[in-house]
């Protein structure tokens, strides 16, 4: 069999390789997604449409109404080779011409699409989207991935990191707010729709279904220029799967044409621990994200613990207390959030609580040898801000010239800048310039920048609101330089990767589990089942759901970790689920509490993990739970392989959980060291479940499990919260053993535990010795306290313990 076959009937056209096969209704104009020689899974009879308006009337194009052509080439690009078919519909009534174009790769499972639409009339006509698949009833097509009709689950993904990611199933009505005049346009694309139909979901860019069985990834590959949505029907014989790009009304003059961004769908046979890996990285290989070889270094910020209330000398004061624990916890980073401005959108000039001004600020961190960080929301500004006052024109309206609305900061609704007008890109770019070469700040994080992506009239009605927003992302690259890190808040994902190092991937948390307004407690109960509102529980939410996109589009950001047992309502056990997950995670490590009165013992909880060694996390029962229970990190190392896996328990009470050791990939025919991490106790465990009674509320059991070989070996560790990523080397000869401990940039001071045949003669790190604990049969405990890279010897005899 070729390796990607074309063929032309009288009416139909099939371009396929061995994973999968794309049909064309030449006749019809119909499309079809299946498997070859498999009647399951597939989408049939599914429409390719534009959404125009002319005349003011919204009017339907749906592809194959006029004389179709096909054209097939061979072809070479950054996913390999591969061969494109385009689909021509031309000489068609209403005076357009369409253009459907496919993309199938030797060596990869996914198709791409494209749908692109032609003005060759006399008249104007104003697009609004384009559906590249659309499997709908209403359509005629249908998603049917097996003959069971089994009710569907779908991984809806927001538009940004506020915006609901998570599992929704057919029982399930989509995502709204109870406060939507205030957040609304904060915590939704208010071009998405949202329906009140159980079942029935609009998700942005990319989303997973599912019948447990077999799922469907689906999204756009390419995301620069249009904002892509999908939508899902769960529920059974009602299956909906439709691909849509919005174009916003953008005019296509007569003779203009339109393409929409490059859309992707693959099914994907389950379980696979990583169902859409190849969707974020054809998303990569498509956008050219910055990602960064080395770990994310350690950062501080005030915003948790003393929000607007930061002051000068507040902050100098935990500037003097993170020099102070420097050894304990080697920050990198110490970031100034809001507070400081006398205005949003005025930022060149501060209030009366930093009377010395940034750039005084900003030196007295770097004396201390750490890297100045600055929050900044440069797309909104106050209405009383003299910005706004001189510079109407800069604005987004609404139809009737007034100001649009981007949302409520705070203690004022807030307006827009236009980031098609090109005084407003130059502006945003000599802000940032000014941050980094006048002030000195080496890290910026742009918050709420999403508003620069809502509707409204702009300066140059040519942009899409994505465009629109990827230009004032990359006026602010423009304006940081190359090397300044900066990172992406309430910024929508697809257009700026590429531009930004790293991005916030969920809610605000919060110093407590459940949405809370401390100066409203009355409002509190209103607001519990609200799913973007600050707290902790919202935030781990897509925490544990956008595992897939960390280090491939940009390092992620699981929000700041609170470890403070003052000033909070978390209990240690929510605490030690978010260190253990954001340990897992392997992204950004942010604290943001009072270090004047932080414990050692709590100083220790961010030390854990530090520094950051995970490659990538993933959520185990992703496309089962909407927050997923079982979280694992597989670490491969040239000395030893192992799985770290986070069971957790997000029910309101304690309760017992049963691991399926099977569910990691390991063989359960064979025998595991297990290291459970928070309570330092060991097991040696045969079989496929691992029974973990009594797991208290919203807490975990952080197990590291090794095959046991019979050979000396670690199996577990306290220094890091990957036990074990800490240790360079390890060889063993008989009766020795030889680790190198990394150098990690602060004092090490934990347990390294040991399975040996024997026992214990001695062990010294470096030239000291060092005190052993026999744990239990063969495991041996050994307590390090070294502030440097060191070399650990022991020694052992050949009798076996009792």
Known sequence: MAAISVTEGKEILYISNRFIRFGFNLKTGRLSIGRPD???????????????????????????????????????????????????????????????????????????????????????????????LDASRESGGRLELSQDYRPLNFLKVGWHDWCYTGLMTARDRDVSTMIGHWVGKMYFNPTTPISRKRGDFWGEGWGIVTDQKTAVVAGFASTADQFGQIHVNCNPKREVLSLVARADGIVLDSGEEFLSEWGFFQFVDLPNSDPAADYADTVARFMKPRVSLSPPPAKWTHWYHFFHDITEDLFIHNLDAIDAIRQTVPFHTVQLDDGYQSAWGDWYTQNEKFPNGLKYLAGRVAEKGFVPGLWIAPFVADPKSELAQKHPDWLVKDVKGKPIIGGFFWDFFGYVLDLTNPAVLDWVTKLMETVVKEWGFGFVKTDFVYAGALPGVRHDPKMTRAQAFRKGMEAIRKGLGQDTYHLGCGCPFGPSIGIVDAMRIGPDTAPNWKPLVQNMRWATPFITREKGIPALRNNIRHTLNLGTVHNRWWTSDPDCLMVRNYDTTLTDEEIKSNVSLIGLLGGLVINSDDLTRLSVDRQRLISLLLPVMSPRGRAVDLLENEMAELYALDMNEPWGNWTMAAQFNWDGRQAGKRLDIGRLSLDPEKEYHVFDFWDSTYRLHAGRYIDLPDIPAHGCRLLRLCENTGKPTVVGSTIHITCGGEIQTLKTGKRKATLVIEDLGRHVQGELWLWLPGQITSAKAGKSTVAVRKRTDNVWALNLSVREKTTVTVTWNEELTD
């Open 38 to 132: 498999l009647i399951f899974p597939r989408v049939r009879d599914a429409a390719a449409t534009a959404g125009l308006r002319i005349d003011h009337r919204r009017v339907s194009a749906t592809f194959g109404t006029g004389r179709v052509t096909v054209s097939n080439s061979a072809l070479t690009d950054i996913h390999g080779k591969g061969r494109e078919v385009r689909i021509v519909d031309e000489g068609r009534p209403d005076h357009l011409e369409m253009a459907f174009t496919v993309r199938l790769f030797e060596h990869h499972s996914f198709i791409l699409m494209r749908l692109g639409i032609r003005n060759i009339g006399g008249d104007e006509c104003a697009l609004e989207d384009l559906f590249l």
